[in-house]
């Protein structure tokens, strides 16, 4: 069975997380994925705000969507 991987939505931004955590972008084929550890990292941080329109979203990522991309 292939590891779960995450897209990564900011609500804040509305835009999806780009690898490496390194800015956004509207272009969901240009987003990064993350591990489920990386990806709960980042919406715990972004919900300590305690704003919850600003906290950030975890996609589950189609098995086969963009296998070549690098976490």
Same mark, same amino acid.
């Given at each position: 069975?292939?590891?779960?991987?995450? $897209? $990564?939505?900011? *609500?804040?931004?509305?835009?999806?997380? &780009?690898?490496?955590?390194? /800015?956004? %972008?509207?272009?969901?084929?240009?987003? /990064? $994925?993350?591990?489920? %550890?990386?990806?709960?990292?980042?919406?715990? *941080?972004?919900? @300590?705000? /305690?704003? $919850? @329109?600003?906290? %950030?979203?975890?996609?589950?990522?189609?098995?086969?969507? &963009?296998?070549?991309?690098? &976490?």
């Amino acid at each position: 069975m292939k590891e779960i991987v995450y $897209l $990564l939505w900011s *609500n804040k931004h509305q835009m999806w997380w &780009r690898p490496n955590a390194a /800015g956004y %972008t509207n272009v969901q084929a240009q987003a /990064g $994925l993350y591990s489920e %550890t990386e990806a709960l990292h980042y919406v715990l *941080n972004s919900a @300590a705000c /305690g704003i $919850l @329109a600003h906290v %950030t979203c975890m996609v589950a990522a189609p098995v086969n969507w &963009r296998v070549d991309n690098d &976490r």
